[in-house]
């Protein structure tokens, strides 16, 4: 098939490269023309403008954006409804918002642009390892561009089917999924990235309590000299816990054992803060999710105001001193 493709960051040119190793034809615009270079050399068709990516592709035409959710993707579906018409289709591969989903599809209804919000995740691995998309909106336009779907995922590989589902007919096991009209790819995707969180915050806490245990304030023989890089090698293997994530920490503490070369600052991209949003609006009890994201704003912190109050308050009430900013640990983690 051929498919424009907007935005050729981290994971938008990966896209466009496993969708041109898989035979189709890929229209690449990105305002940085040396990307769009490289593309070129790697067999895609460049263009200059949203413009020049309109005219180069065949009706009925596809155009997926790749961009930062915000100003960014509006203002490219703004301008790529004034230049698609009926039949066409527009495909929201970053993570949006979904009920700018809803509205985005309710704007180009009229004109006969078909809107799918696709929640994809990935990150810098897809290329090799393919994408997992979530896909919210018009079905019939879902099932013309399954080909482009098809690709992108990563397919059944060597995960074994589950049991129970031998029965069911779902592109599921191919890694995509249609999950209903517009919002529910991202909306999708949104819970998946808060699960995300917590999950992240659980091994964070958890490989953080381990290196603890080589604290001056245990008691003699409680205390342990743990190599962190070690249990998270034999936790990736037969472990309940095992995990991608699992695989990256380990990665990770291989090649820097105390993390020095990061700072510890974690950003957070909106969804953690819409899943809190959602479980709000639907009443639902979310306790690990909300302190993963509390969390990852106290991270970027020094000691704030209120915990200064607090201090005053246990110095007054029981004539608590605070202790130094950091807890001593021997040495050799």
Same mark, same amino acid.
């Given at each position: 098939?051929?498919?424009?493709?907007?935005? &050729?960051?981290?994971?938008?040119?990966?896209?466009?490269?496993?969708?041109?190793?898989?035979?189709?034809?890929?229209?690449?615009?990105?305002?940085?023309?040396?990307?769009?270079?490289? &593309?070129?050399?790697?067999?895609? +068709?460049?263009?200059?403008?949203?413009?020049?990516?309109?005219?180069?592709?065949?009706?009925?035409? !596809?155009?997926?954006?790749?961009?930062?959710? @915000?100003?960014?993707?509006?203002?490219?579906? +703004?301008?790529?409804?004034?230049?698609?018409?009926?039949?066409?289709?527009?495909?929201?591969?970053?993570?949006?918002?979904?009920?700018?989903? +809803?509205?985005?599809?309710?704007? &180009?209804?009229?004109? @006969?642009?078909?809107?799918?919000?696709?929640?994809?995740?990935?990150?810098?691995?897809?290329?090799?390892?393919?994408?997992?998309?979530?896909?919210?909106?018009?079905?019939?336009?879902?099932?013309?561009?399954?080909?482009?779907?098809?690709?992108?995922?990563?397919?059944?590989?060597?995960?074994?089917?589950?049991?129970?589902?031998?029965?069911?007919?779902?592109?599921?096991?191919?890694?995509?999924?249609?999950?209903?009209?517009?919002? !529910?790819?991202?909306?999708?995707?949104?819970?998946?990235?808060?699960?995300?969180?917590?999950?992240?915050?659980?091994?964070?806490?958890?490989?953080?309590?381990?290196?603890?245990?080589?604290?001056?304030?245990?008691?003699?023989?409680?205390?342990?000299?743990?190599?962190?890089?070690?249990?998270?090698?034999?936790?990736?293997?037969?472990?309940?816990?095992?995990?991608?994530? %699992?695989?990256?920490?380990?990665?990770?503490?291989?090649?820097?054992?105390?993390?020095?070369?990061? /700072?510890?600052?974690?950003?957070? /991209?909106?969804?953690?803060?819409?899943?809190?949003?959602?479980?709000?609006?639907?009443?639902?009890?979310?306790?690990? &999710?909300?302190?993963?994201?509390?969390?990852?704003?106290?991270?970027?912190?020094?000691?704030?105001?209120?915990?200064?109050? %607090?201090?005053?308050?246990?110095?007054?009430?029981?004539?608590?001193?605070?202790?130094?900013?950091?807890?001593?640990?021997?040495?050799?983690?």
């Amino acid at each position: 098939m051929q498919i424009g493709m907007i935005g &050729l960051g981290r994971m938008g040119a990966n896209m466009a490269r496993r969708l041109m190793n898989g035979g189709h034809e890929c229209v690449v615009y990105d305002r940085n023309a040396e990307t769009v270079e490289t &593309l070129i050399k790697a067999g895609a +068709v460049g263009a200059r403008s949203l413009e020049e990516v309109a005219e180069k592709l065949s009706a009925p035409r !596809a155009v997926w954006i790749m961009l930062p959710s @915000g100003a960014p993707t509006e203002e490219s579906v +703004v301008a790529l409804s004034k230049l698609l018409a009926a039949g066409d289709a527009i495909m929201d591969g970053g993570n949006s918002f979904y009920k700018d989903d +809803v509205r985005r599809s309710a704007l &180009l209804k009229p004109s @006969g642009i078909h809107y799918l919000d696709v929640g994809t995740s990935g990150g810098i691995w897809g290329l090799e390892r393919g994408y997992c998309m979530m896909i919210g909106g018009d079905q019939s336009s879902a099932e013309r561009l399954n080909p482009i779907f098809a690709t992108l995922a990563p397919g059944p590989g060597d995960i074994p089917k589950t049991p129970g589902r031998e029965g069911m007919k779902s592109t599921a096991e191919l890694g995509y999924l249609y999950c209903g009209s517009s919002g !529910a790819g991202h909306f999708v995707k949104m819970i998946h990235n808060g699960i995300e969180y917590g999950l992240m915050q659980a091994y964070a806490e958890g490989f953080d309590i381990l290196r603890g245990a080589n604290s001056d304030n245990l008691p003699a023989g409680l205390s342990y000299d743990l190599n962190l890089a070690d249990i998270a090698e034999v936790w990736r293997r037969g472990s309940v816990v095992s995990s991608w994530l %699992l695989d990256l920490t380990a990665t990770a503490l291989a090649s820097d054992r105390q993390l020095d070369g990061y /700072s510890g600052f974690v950003e957070d /991209s909106g969804e953690g803060r819409w899943t809190i949003q959602a479980a709000l609006e639907e009443e639902v009890s979310a306790e690990v &999710l909300s302190a993963a994201l509390y969390t990852r704003f106290r991270s970027r912190l020094e000691h704030t105001f209120a915990e200064k109050i %607090l201090s005053a308050m246990r110095k007054g009430f029981g004539g608590h001193v605070e202790r130094p900013p950091a807890v001593k640990m021997k040495q050799g983690l």
